[in-house]
């Protein structure tokens, strides 16, 4: 009954395009524009905001995301604006967790008394390193010095604060991960996010990385960082949730808790996706990706949608897996049940389920199915298999 009550519950993301400029490794719908048009993009998010709210009738918002692109390039003003009116067109819960994502350079970190104000309580810095010559390489704007102050005044400033790492750079050994590693869990609030460094299609890295510019880790020396990373943050008190995630007891990020349970999130603003429930039926929804286009749409009908689709009995079996077996907790029986129609057992292929019991990649209690540490490692060749 209660999780039935959540998958009602909302969780809203907002998504600011632009950015100073482009990091090389970075395929997020991030856009640099010399000028950035802040009044007509935080109207048309209004707007937007405006169009769901009305359709998706009275429901609590349990976290607010502001994510990007860059969202501390926004005006306080702007986020005050918006956050104005969530809590006119939605209930939101008296804990509701309020993010924004936000870069440590100093023009950005002198916004944060007026995001404060505005109602953020939690903001996620992208630091990415605390070494200047790794910052250079990943294209950042910031030093180490400027990520350091940042992440100490927002911690005067906000309840709860989360920053991110990218690692297993090319050249990285375990001796300096282990050395930054010390230095981010030394300065860590309740939460920090670590990514192993990616190529993703179409970025600056995918060509230079194609070209033979660099190198990445090999495997064995990324296992080893992946490991020395999830055993350090232990040692500090911040269990591992997800893959890439970790928090002291309560403080996991709420939002993106709402997208691994699988449960209901509207997306506002370009290339935003949504899971929601509409008259009985989970439908997804996406938004136009090009900021200008995005923005034309909203202005003539409301809305920059480009799709909306009722997902299957199927797809929403694959889709809940997809996203629980990432975290730590597992996927419950019950709640999976419950979300998509199908028992748990029925989204999966038995012979792969069995193998990757046996194998220990997977466990089962009374009420969940857990990927184990070993079976997190492998879930990215594990899950098609495991999928129906
Ligand atoms: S600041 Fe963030 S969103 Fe913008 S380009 Fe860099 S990584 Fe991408």
């Known amino acids: 009954m209660r999780y039935e009550r959540a998958m009602q519950d909302l969780a809203l993301y907002i998504h600011w395009p632009f950015c100073l400029s482009k990091c090389p490794y970075c395929d997020f719908n991030s856009h640099v524009r010399e000028r950035i048009p802040e009044a007509r993009f935080v109207s048309a998010l209004r707007r937007e905001l ?3 709210a009305g359709r998706l009738g009275p429901r609590q918002v349990n976290s607010v995301f502001f994510g990007g692109g ?34 440590p350079t100093s023009i950005e970190a002198g916004r944060f008394r007026g995001y404060r104000a505005a109602g953020v309580n939690r903001v996620s810095i992208g630091v990415q390193s605390f070494d200047d010559a790794a910052l250079k390489f990943l294209g950042r704007a910031h030093s180490a010095g400027q990520a350091k102050a940042a992440i100490a005044l927002a911690r005067e400033i906000f309840p709860r604060l989360s920053f991110d790492l990218i690692y297993a750079r090319p050249e990285q050994s375990l ?101 929601l429930t509409l008259g009985g039926a989970l439908f997804a929804t996406s938004r136009h990706r090009a900021p200008e286009i995005w923005a034309e749409l909203v202005e003539q009908k409301g809305s920059g949608s480009t799709l909306e689709e ?47 019991l046996a194998e220990d990649y997977l466990r089962q209690t009374e009420t969940h199915l857990i990927a184990t540490a070993e079976g997190r490692k492998r879930l990215d060749a594990l899950l098609p298999e495991l999928a129906r």
């Open 175 to 275: 001796p300096q991960w282990q050395a930054e590693l010390d230095t981010a869990l030394s300065l860590a609030a309740d939460h920090l996010s670590l990514y192993q460094l990616t190529i993703e299609q179409g970025t600056k890295f995918a060509t230079l990385y194609g070209r033979g510019a660099f190198r990445l880790p090999d495997d064995d020396t990324a296992a080893a960082l992946y490991e020395a990373t999830e055993n350090a943050a232990a040692r500090y008190g911040l269990a591992q949730y997800e893959i890439s995630n970790y928090a002291k007891p309560g403080g996991e990020s709420r939002h993106n808790l709402a997208y691994w349970r699988y449960q209901d999130y509207a997306g506002i603003g370009p290339g935003a996706h949504g899971r």
């Open 70 to 103: 860059t969202p501390s390039l926004m005006q306080p003003e702007s986020v005050a604006a918006l956050l104005g009116d969530v809590r006119r067109l939605f209930t939101v819960a008296p804990e509701a967790e309020v993010t924004l994502e936000a870069n």
């Open 310 to 356: 009722e997902i299957g009995v199927q797809d929403r079996g694959r889709e809940a897996l997809l996203m629980g077996l990432r975290l730590s907790e597992g996927i419950g029986f019950a709640q999976f049940e419950a979300r998509t129609g199908i028992p748990l057992r029925d989204a999966l292929e038995a012979r792969v389920l069995e193998l990757a």
């Open 50 to 52: 405006e169009f769901e």
